[in-house]
DNA sequence: TTAAACGGTGCCAAAATCTGTCACCAAAGG
DNA sequence: CCTTTGGTGACAGATTTTGGCACCGTTTAA
């Protein structure tokens, strides 16, 4: 057994039974008595608070405060999460938003630089509102996870986005736009792209986007997005 | 130099500089040709993708996908983030909601295990649905960080709960009930408790409670609670 | 008071592992 | 053909880890 896999059984073991022994942890791992101590010294210098008592009936017991949870997650899922609390903060007054802000914070920082760079350029497209309440939903059905990389790559690198888009009508239509921003009205998504073949902005709620695909062409510019009323169903628009 | 932090040093360098070569790599560390090669093979039995290609301007590159990030978030913080997306479903449709449960599954499985427990016993005390449109939110307020600790060991340990309370009108009592839910209609959220002194049931809105103070006293049962329109201002109550 | 059970430290030699060197192979490009 | 690049196997020496030992301080029970 490797070094570094003992002292993490050993971890283990501390952290499921409250109070151990030396003796058990050697038995444990089948390793000496000197060994544990020198590995129990490890663990304490890389942070693990772990209290012992001598004498009869003594041991040693980890503090489970000083264990802190390392997930390991990957960058589309850190995405999903800060996309989630963006909507959210849009739904409402958040609760326990200070807290949950620190963990997004931990969870930014542990990004490495250029993906952090990408999730800022594709945050700043997004906006949100709050929905009209007379607004229709009875027709909302949930997200496609297909969605979500393909607007990734057709914001990040300025690309045609094409789509097959069903209206309010129930109509079917392939549509080749440029993407420029995201609206956010919970529970509804939209996407706010410039419409070449119509020369106009167009608003397209997500529910209805099948098929994404971004295409090659990444010719078209930036354009300043008019937020208002004839253009989006929103309310007090926000960032 | 310690062989793991050598790898430590190399996948940094490889994160930085897109493409590198072997010789390079011994250079930057100070060890042998031999010795970076293995590490290399190390590192792919970590996880990391790194492509190489043989021949003239060759050399190794990174797969930026395989890198994860693992952020280090206190087990509070992992409390109000999940909280958090409970109150988002709640809202309405969840987008990316497959990658944001990815996520936060990974984040629950680093939990140490006696926290789960206590993560998903304080989860079962939240109930979710959708606020009644008549309901009056223009003295809406942001909720007290102090709120989450006390109402948490309020909950896990079973103890009355002592807060100042303003209702509706403005008039300010103190209160001393049994805390029995959690109701969360957004951008609402209630505390659904029993009141002794009145021997009834009570919803009291979060965000009209004031310095919470868990008490001593654990002597009371846990009552079915009845999410019914005359004890809370709900709608289409669901889990 | 004594003895046993517990964690903790220093030391040293044996065991295991890591490292560098060397020879050599395969692929790509001139 | 040669050069440049990654990749593998083998082996001896350097380095680290490990286990055993003696010993210390504390606590508790006999």
Chains 1, 2 share one sequence.
């Not at 990004?111 to 350029?121: A, G, T, V």
């Not at 295409?215 to 004839?230: I, K, N, Y």
């Amino acid at each position: 057994m490797n070094s570094r896999t003992r002292q993490d059984a050993l971890a283990r073991h501390l952290r499921r039974s409250g109070t151990t022994t030396v003796a058990e942890l050697a038995a444990k791992v089948s390793a000496s008595r000197r060994t544990i101590l020198r590995d129990i010294a490890a663990l304490r210098d890389q942070g693990f608070v772990i209290h012992s008592d001598p004498g009869r009936g003594g041991g040693l017991q980890l503090d489970p405060q000083s264990v802190q949870t390392t997930p390991r997650l990957t960058v589309a899922e850190v995405f999903a999460l800060l996309i989630s609390v963006a909507a959210m903060r849009a739904a409402g007054n958040l609760p326990f938003a200070s807290l949950a802000d620190a963990g997004l914070a931990k969870i930014e920082r542990a990004l490495p630089p250029d993906k952090l760079r990408d999730l800022r350029r594709f945050l700043d497209c997004l906006h949100v509102g709050q929905l009209a309440p007379e607004q229709d939903l009875s027709d909302l059905r949930p997200l496609d996870a297909i969605l979500l990389p393909a607007f990734e790559t057709a914001f990040l690198t300025g690309r045609l986005l094409r789509f097959h888009y069903r209206d309010a009508k129930g109509s079917p239509t392939l549509r080749t736009v440029e993407p420029q921003a995201m609206l956010i009205l919970p529970p509804l998504w939209y996407l706010v792209a410039w419409d070449p073949a119509r020369d106009a902005f167009r608003h397209f709620r997500m529910d209805r986007i099948t098929t994404p695909e971004p295409l090659e062409d990444t010719s078209f510019r930036r354009r300043h997005v008019p937020f208002a009323a004839d253009v989006c169903p929103y309310r007090d628009l926000k960032r």
